[in-house]
């Protein structure tokens, strides 16, 4: 984050930070979940003197494999300050949600948190669209929720993602116990939780930021997803480094979240 940002509680249940958008508060938010009674968590960030009533729209970041929801409000690395730039510079509300953490891989539960989530946002807060991201574990999380609930979603923007659990191979041990069990067990869990498989169902903006050389989550799934989208007439806007590992820089990932929001904006207008 820019500037200095100051703990005003032990427990960091608030911190302010003061950035180029001006004085921003981040929150965090227990909540019980629906689909089980646990405590769940998410950060909600927003304009100091936010008045609630007023609309406005808000970014929702999914954290990577091994994080939990501070990743993208604390991290500097580039996917994660983009978003947060972005939010602040738009005034937007920004959210960055447990799901699960740390092996959250956007399963049942964590599908049923962020619905949860986004219906308790919109009950307290003036919203007016929904945008989401996220980086690796997040961006797999981005694609599978946006195909699972394209009613929510105004605009989604994946960093590295697989849009295949088919046919992923890495992470297995945490995904077969987010999805409830192993893809030879549960083959249409994973199929239904695989964006390569709806591709009708991406009727929002979409772009994405993949790597060639990332054997973390190779990129080959989500340029398939791409090519079919293209192919159905639908815009989708990849950025591609066919030398690069598994990260995306801040240009880039800030690229294609922008990218999403001024196509929403720009349907917007046409309504």
Known sequence: MQGQCLLVTPLVLLFVCTAAAGEWSFEDVAFTARCDGT????VIGFPEGLDANVPRDALIALHGHGSDRWQFVKDERGECKAPRDIAMARNMLFISPD????????GPKAEADLVQIIEEVRGKYSINR????GGSMGAAGTLTFTALHPE????AAAMNGTANHLEYENYQDAIRESFGGAKAELPEEYKKRSAEYWPERFTMPLAMSLSGQDTSVPPQSSLRLADVLRKMGREVFIIYREEQGHFSTYEDSRAIIEHVIAQADAIAEKK
Do not use: D, N, P
Request: aromatic share 20%; glycine share 4%; proline share 0%.
């Open 152 to 155: 929510l979603i105004a605009g």
């Open 39 to 42: 405590e769940q968590r998410y």
């Open 130 to 133: 929904v945008f989401l991201c």
């Open 99 to 106: 799901y699960r953490a740390k092996t959250s891989w956007m």
